[in-house]
């Protein structure tokens, strides 16, 4: 079973910022979450994020781990309203 499985059932936070790109976004985001997997379990490596804007206020992202030696790759939802984002791994 998959560590980040079992450590971030769902996990989504909320943060001010100022109006950013795609990629500022991404690369904030990709921080967090780096942040948040290594606070959980610092077993857990990032190794790519990426991030697309799909339309309005809604992106879609990539995260891939490594975890035990393997690969696994998360979809993972984000909200953005030019000043508050929201994000969302999708363990399942």
Do not use: A, P
Not at 32 to 44: C, V, Y
Request: net charge negative.
């Amino acid at each position: 079973m998959k560590k980040l499985y079992t450590l971030l059932l769902i996990i989504s936070l909320f943060y001010s910022c100022q109006s950013m790109t795609t990629e500022g976004l991404r690369e904030h985001i990709k921080k967090e979450i780096t942040s948040e997997i290594s606070r959980l379990d610092n077993s857990i490596k990032v190794t790519d994020f990426q991030l697309v804007h799909e339309e309005g206020n809604y992106y879609n992202g990539t995260l891939t781990t490594k975890e035990d030696g393997d690969t696994f790759i998360y979809d993972v939802k984000v909200t953005y309203d030019g000043s508050n984002y929201k994000w969302e791994i999708i363990t399942e």
